[in-house]
């Protein structure tokens, strides 16, 4: 399953959403897409019994480089314990970690993560994040066998 | 002989709320100069936004503000276009609206009392940290949770920003099947929250009252939720529409959020204290016993206690859903006809975490000219920062860490819904108290961000 976490009027919070949408005519039957807030439950709820789950958020790094774009294959929560550019004070990390102590993590959880530029309200992401769209949501397709979904296009809002 | 020692406390990124703001508190000796709660309010952005747009969008896009309390939103929207065009909604589409609210208030009051505000009470940092101990207490709060967003589903077409809710009803009205298939999962939540009362009850709660009027929908015969008129513990009553005549808003500086005030100048609360103290006659006789047993009077003056007013309400949304899906009968049709008219309508609902108010002025096409939103949260911005400034005088000799718990502690009771869309708050507590007179070094304490730390002489 391929899980997008963000708020389409926080701009590039809308990452996560943007890539699940492109993703949607091209994934393969069986593999079920969801969009979401990123709150822990909704998100460990979701991911529940899932072979492998892959989980696209903007987030902020230091020092900036927006667009730049990050995998990781997660087993365990991050250190650092920073908000992730996600609409809520709970996020990624706090699901990770309510889910290996309640036992519900997916048997294998991909993060793929967007730096984002603008988080301000409205809705549409800035051309440099919506220009990584593509290239996140072909790896996806690559995570989950699916080949690639042809040249990246992405509406730069 | 005293010299002043400033020191500075900030400790980034209050978890565990949500949203993104600041709280910044400056003593001086035993006195609170200031307290200050920054807020930065997305249905500031949102009431622009729907300018222009069809009046039929505002549930819709509204439910975007808030992925906690979507149906708040839609349904103070419905109510407001509906009245400006002159349409009640009644019947089998009035229950499953209820019932679709009822699902936002068991999911949203768990969440919190679960991963948010227990874990204070029990020494835990989070409720990660509680669910690592106690796996057993935070998978009952999931479970109730899980019922409450099985509602929102059933009802509102998914768990998050349901897109079933139009003006006027729904787009597809439940089929009884539907329903009754929820009635096992929410016998075993009432259960659990009937436990979860008796849990909370334990805890051990700071001895604080808080000094505001309150305020809350009223609707005798029923405990307020989807509907009622607008009344204060003060003795206030009247309707959605005559809210601008009552509540004044004003902008103040360190806010983008305005600032809410009764007319006569006083501030209030709103939220489940204030729907409890003034409609606690109308919860059922066993949401009634439970906060009986749990030591609640007919009314609630103290905000660490809303972690067991919440826990009530969880009992009661669930008995009220079970009533509802018993009852049951589908509508003809999922939604009645309302035809757009010039006019302007106003709708308030009570949000888990207070009175939501919206206001549209539609013209006779359909197109919203003027929309505006006044949120429980900034509702309640004056009356947690007066009540924060009380809190932290009456403990002012704690040491910096456990006065920062503290007070972390006492804004999550207020559930704050910050932002609905953003980050993380900050608190900062700065102080100037006497210094150190045995010759030893004055000190100055920065913390900027969670788990840094450095200490800086300044001059006396």
């Known amino acids: ?157 | 002989m005293t010299h002043r020692n400033d020191r500075v406390l900030s400790v980034a990124e209050l978890a565990r709320v949500e949203g993104e703001g600041a709280l910044y508190i400056r003593a001086s000796g035993n006195k609170v100069e200031e307290a200050r709660l920054d807020i930065y309010e997305p249905p500031r952005f949102f009431e622009a936004f729907l300018r222009g747009r069809a009046y039929t969008e505002p549930p819709d896009i509204t439910a975007r503000i808030c992925g906690i309390c979507p149906v708040a939103y839609q349904t103070s929207a419905y109510l407001a276009i509906e009245e400006a065009c002159g349409v009640t909604v009644d019947g089998p589409i009035a229950d499953l609206r209820r019932l679709l609210y009822c699902g936002e208030w068991i999911e949203s009051h768990s969440l919190h009392i679960y991963l948010l505000h227990a874990p204070d009470f029990l020494g835990y940092s989070s409720g990660i940290e509680m669910a690592t101990e106690r796996r057993d207490i935070v998978e009952r709060g999931l479970g109730m949770k899980k019922a409450g967003n099985a509602i929102l589903e059933a009802v509102g077409g998914r768990a998050i920003h349901p897109i079933n809710v139009r003006i006027g009803g729904f787009y597809r009205a439940p089929s009884r099947a539907e329903l009754a298939a929820l009635t096992d999962p929410l016998r075993r939540a009432l259960e659990d929250a009937l436990a979860t009362v008796r849990w909370v009850a334990g805890f051990d709660f700071p001895d604080h009252m808080c000094e505001a009027d309150m305020l809350a929908l009223s609707a005798p015969g029923t405990y307020p939720i989807e509907r009622g008129t607008v009344a204060t513990r003060s003795g206030l009553a009247f309707p959605a529409s005559a809210w601008e005549d009552h509540v004044i808003e004003e902008h103040v500086p360190h806010s983008t959020a305005l600032h809410a005030h009764l007319a006569g100048g006083g501030r209030y609360l709103t939220g489940p204290l204030a729907r409890y103290s003034l409609s606690s006659q109308w919860l059922s006789p066993l949401a009634r016993e439970a906060a009986s047993d749990a030591g609640l009077g007919p009314s609630c003056d103290n905000p660490f206690r809303s972690i067991i007013v919440r826990a009530v309400e969880v009992v009661y949304a669930i008995e009220e859903a079970l009533r509802i899906i018993a009852a049951y009968e589908p509508p003809d049709r999922p939604a009645v006809d309302v035809p757009p008219r010039a006019g302007v309508g106003c709708g308030a609902s009570e949000a888990p975490r207070g009175t939501l108010w919206h206001r549209y002025e539609i013209g006779a096409d359909g197109i919203i000219s003027a929309a505006r939103i006044v949120p429980p949260t900034s509702q309640n911005q004056a009356t947690i920062e007066a009540d924060l400034r009380a809190f932290v005088e009456a403990r002012i000799d704690l040491e910096d860490d456990e006065l920062t718990r503290q007070c972390e502690q006492a804004i999550r009771n207020y559930d704050p819904c910050i932002s609905c869309a953003t980050h993380f708050l900050n608190l900062t507590v700065q102080r100037s108290l006497p210094v150190r007179t045995d010759g030893g070094p004055s000190s100055s304490y920065v913390r900027a961000g969670r788990g840094h730390r450095r200490r800086e002489r300044v001059p006396p």
Do not use: C
């Not at chain 1, 990123?38 to 072979?51: F, H, I, Q, S, V």
């Not at chain 1, 995998?71 to 970690?97: C, K, Y």
């Open chain 1, 1 to 157: 399953m391929v899980i997008g976490v963000g708020n389409e009027f926080r701009r590039d919070d809308g990452v996560g959403p943007a890539v699940v949408g492109q993703l949607r005519d091209l994934v393969p039957p069986g593999v079920r897409l969801v969009i979401t807030d990123g709150e822990p439950t909704r998100l460990m709820d979701a991911w529940t019994g899932a072979a492998l789950a892959i989980v696209v958020d903007a987030v902020h790094a230091h020092p900036p480089q927006p667009g730049k774009i990050y995998r990781f294959v997660v087993d365990r929560p991050g250190t650092g314990q920073e908000p992730a550019a996600s609409s809520h004070g709970l996020g990624l990390d706090d699901a990770i970690s309510l889910a290996i102590a309640l036992d519900r993590m997916p048997g294998r959880l991909i993060v793929h993560a967007v730096e984002a530029a603008d988080l301000t309200h409205g809705a549409g992401l800035t051309p440099t994040v919506a220009a990584a769209v593509g290239t996140v949501a072909s790896a996806i397709l690559d995570d989950i066998g699916a080949g690639r979904p042809g040249p990246a296009s992405a509406d730069p809002g």
